[in-house]
């Protein structure tokens, strides 16, 4: 029920991929917002929320790593080489190294401005680089542009994940019920 078998994905499976499916969509709403509003007393909440979530990002990635070691997924439905599996597979490589990659940056860019990276409003991370305004305009460059890299990979991954669920084949029934 909660592992993963060779034709089924277990509840934990399932749960974090939903949960990373809200929250990343919830970033990327969150990110959205502070590339358009000015950076003053009354929005700096938001900023932590989105350091804060970042990092909760991170750490679920990381965990669905480490869980997919533990517990591995089943194989695709349908041949090994048909052109859609070896597609999802390329994306979800994409998107993992994506979900390491963009709160990665973030936090290096963050540090980079020399401000605390606070998380929680309470806990304070450690800086990852040294003071560089060089270094915060491309930790921040490279953070955009992974971000919307994502964004364009999300919309393949959904699509492909409803181009099968319309055939019928399965696939989208087993991260949603895990049959």
């Not at 917002?33 to 909440?45: E, Y």
């Not at 959904?158 to 029934?173: F, Q, Y």
Request: hydrophobic share 50%; aromatic share 6%; glycine share 8%.
């Amino acid at each position: 029920m909660w592992r993963n078998t060779p034709t089924r994905f277990g509840l934990t499976t399932r749960l974090l991929h939903w949960l990373m499916a809200a929250l990343i969509l919830t970033l990327l709403v969150l990110g959205t917002v502070l590339v358009r509003i000015q950076p003053d007393l009354s929005t700096l909440w938001l900023y932590g929320l989105h350091k804060t979530l970042g990092l909760c990002a991170l750490t679920l990635a990381l965990i669905r790593l480490i869980w997919h070691r533990i517990s591995p997924t089943p194989a695709p439905i349908g041949p090994p080489n048909q052109w859609a599996n070896r597609a999802a597979r390329a994306v979800h490589v994409a998107l993992y190294l994506l979900m390491l990659a963009i709160p990665l940056s973030g936090w290096i860019a963050s540090s980079a401005t020399g401000l605390d990276v606070v998380i929680f409003g309470q806990i304070t991370l450690p800086a990852i680089t040294h003071t560089s305004e060089s270094l915060e305009n491309a930790g921040f460059a490279i953070h955009g542009i992974l971000t919307k890299l994502l964004m364009a990979l999300l919309l393949a991954h959904i699509a492909g994940a409803s181009l099968r669920g319309l055939k019928h084949d399965g696939t989208l029934r087993r991260i949603t019920k895990g049959s």
